[in-house]
């Protein structure tokens, strides 16, 4: 245990009401470089041979490749576990070249991982230098707090957690300054809600009202989610009605949320549900919600594991789902997701499937089919040039591998013979002339 961070063992969080297996937080991959990849297989391959490879890697790198492998090795997702004990030898070096800035964020990220394996000592050092280096910066201080907390989290270290708790619930009682106590609370609530403990985030939000403090619209999100998460969605719909009742309005995003708990519980049926609510109350879908619904969609992700028969039009897919399935994805199909996801001029006719699932991309491209039969040869709509379809994965890219929403559309380019190819400019696109897939369609 740190320190600096002490918790008493009689504070509330530390007695856990028994909650359902809790689903895995929502983590964004930090994908790997070129560059960065080659350094880890050397590493990998010669382990004794670390300090000098890590020297090499760092005097031969930009920035952005040495800070993007220390990130890879600090994540939670990261795909190098058994590597993941070169995090602090790779930041020390970091530290001494010539374009480094200390930031609190990343030597959070860095004490978090050491305190996950175990190493408190090296941990409780950057502790202290880190606050030595803040000094009386009440501000810097809790930010810190903050993102340390948050790191915590993200590596399901509940202990961590509640050491910079009662770290922060310190400064809450000692602290003068609002913007320090809403920081304060902000980060306690997430944080509690990450590591499955929505109820006593709940019980933060009223003791933030006894303080005169005004729970913002996050703190709300976040133990919605947090409730939704472990299950108990009774708590997460009182809250949600509680929020409505308080003037906030629920959005998109809290929508997604909601979408989100109840597919990793695989109920469907409410998910329809609350599709129709997000509807009669003009709530916008978004690409996320597309992700949230059809990642809960058994069915339909069973359908893209063979690429060599896979429905290739929206009437073949409806044959082949029944039930909440088929009424979820009739659901989706009249949304604006797919308008909103193409552009459309006289020189191009673009979709833009970034940020795609891979049920989603393969529900957008059956949907897309049908629009541009339909804007081809509708008058109201002018011819482009040429019409692109983007997978990412391009010229752009910094990541090795072929994405697996690019090795759908090459699939389904294919095997509807269509006259697509693979940009040679740009090999994350699928290219061609208007006109030429005018013809095809037609």
């Given at each position: 245990?740190l320190?600096?961070?002490?918790?008493s063992?009689?504070?509330s969080w530390?007695?856990?009401?028994q909650?359902?297996?809790?689903p895995p937080?929502?983590?964004?991959?930090c994908s790997?470089?070129k560059q960065?990849?080659?350094?880890?297989s050397?590493?990998?391959r010669d382990?004794?041979?670390?300090?000098r490879l890590?020297?090499k890697?760092?005097?031969?790198s930009?920035?952005s490749?040495?800070?993007?492998?220390?990130s890879?090795l600090?994540?939670?997702?990261t795909?190098h576990?058994h590597?993941?004990s070169l995090?602090l030898?790779?930041?020390?070096?970091?530290t001494?070249v010539s374009?480094?800035?200390?930031n609190?964020?990343l030597?959070a990220?860095?004490?978090a991982?050491?305190?996950?394996q175990?190493?408190?000592?090296?941990?409780?050092t950057?502790v202290?230098e880190t606050?030595?280096?803040?000094?009386?910066?009440?501000r810097?201080?809790?930010?810190?707090?903050?993102?340390?907390?948050?790191s915590?989290?993200?590596h399901?270290?509940?202990?961590?957690?509640?050491?910079?708790i009662s770290r922060l619930?310190?400064i809450?009682s000692?602290?003068?300054s609002v913007?320090?106590k809403e920081?304060a609370?902000?980060?306690?609530?997430?944080?509690?809600c990450t590591?499955?403990?929505?109820?006593?985030?709940?019980?933060?939000?009223?003791?933030?009202?006894?303080?005169?403090?005004k729970?913002s619209?996050?703190?709300f999100k976040?133990v919605v989610y947090?409730c939704?998460?472990?299950?108990?969605f009774?708590?997460?719909?009182?809250?949600l009605l509680q929020?409505?009742?308080?003037?906030?309005?629920?959005?998109?995003?809290?929508?997604?949320?909601?979408?989100?708990?109840?597919g990793?519980?695989?109920?469907?049926?409410?998910?329809?549900?609350?599709?129709?609510?997000m509807k009669?109350?003009?709530?916008?879908?978004s690409i996320r919600?597309?992700?949230?619904?059809?990642n809960?969609?058994p069915?339909?992700?069973?359908i893209?594991?063979?690429l060599?028969?896979?429905?290739?039009?929206i009437d073949?897919?409806?044959e082949?789902?029944k039930g909440?399935e088929a009424?979820?994805v009739k659901?989706?199909?009249?949304?604006?997701?797919?308008?909103?996801a193409?552009?459309?001029?006289?020189s191009?006719g673009?979709l833009?499937l970034?940020?795609?699932h891979l049920?989603?991309?393969?529900?957008?491209?059956?949907?897309?089919r049908e629009e541009m039969?339909?804007?081809l040869?509708?008058?109201?709509?002018?011819?482009?040039?040429?019409?692109?379809?983007?997978?990412?994965s391009?010229?752009?890219?910094?990541?090795?591998?072929?994405?697996?929403?690019?090795?759908m559309?090459?699939?389904?380019?294919?095997?509807?013979r269509?006259p697509?190819?693979?940009?040679?400019?740009n090999i994350?696109?699928f290219?061609?002339?208007?006109k030429?897939v005018?013809?095809?369609?037609?």
């Open positions: 245990m320190g600096h961070l002490q918790v063992r009689t504070q530390n007695h856990r009401p909650f359902p297996p809790l937080p929502l983590l964004a991959q790997l470089s960065g990849q080659q350094f880890l050397s590493v990998a382990p004794t041979a670390s300090n890590i020297c890697f760092i005097a031969s930009p920035k490749i040495a800070l993007n492998a220390l890879h600090l994540s939670p997702t795909t576990p590597l993941s995090a030898p790779l930041y020390s070096r970091i001494e374009w480094f800035s200390w609190p964020k030597i990220e860095v004490i991982l050491l305190y996950k175990g190493q408190l000592k090296e941990a409780e950057l202290s606050l030595i280096k803040l000094g009386s910066r009440e810097d201080i809790v930010s810190f707090y903050c993102n340390l907390t948050d915590h989290s993200k399901s270290s509940n202990q961590g957690v509640f050491d910079v619930s310190q809450v000692e602290s003068s913007y320090a920081r609370y902000e980060s306690m609530i997430s944080s509690l590591v499955g403990r929505p109820l006593e985030a709940e019980n933060l939000i009223e003791e933030m009202k006894v303080k005169g403090l729970p619209v996050f703190e976040s947090g939704g998460r472990v299950g108990l009774e708590d997460m719909l009182r809250i929020m409505e009742n308080e003037g906030f309005e629920l959005d998109t995003v809290l929508s997604n949320m909601v979408l989100s708990s109840y990793a519980y695989n109920k469907q049926s409410e998910m329809v549900s609350w599709l129709q609510r009669d109350s003009s709530i916008p879908f919600t597309y992700n949230s619904v059809l809960s969609c069915k339909i992700m069973s893209l594991e063979d060599k028969t896979f429905p290739l039009t073949e897919l409806m082949n789902l909440d009424l979820l659901e989706l199909i009249g949304s604006t997701v797919l308008a909103e193409m552009e459309w001029d006289s191009e673009k833009d970034h940020g795609m049920g989603s991309a393969f529900l957008i491209m059956l949907q897309w039969k339909y804007r040869n509708a008058g109201e709509y002018v011819m482009p040039v040429e019409i692109t379809v983007v997978c990412g391009g010229k752009h890219s910094v990541v090795r591998g072929e994405s697996p929403v690019k090795r559309v090459r699939e389904m380019m294919t095997r509807m269509s697509m190819r693979i940009d040679r400019k994350g696109c290219v061609a002339k208007a030429v005018k013809n095809w369609l037609c």
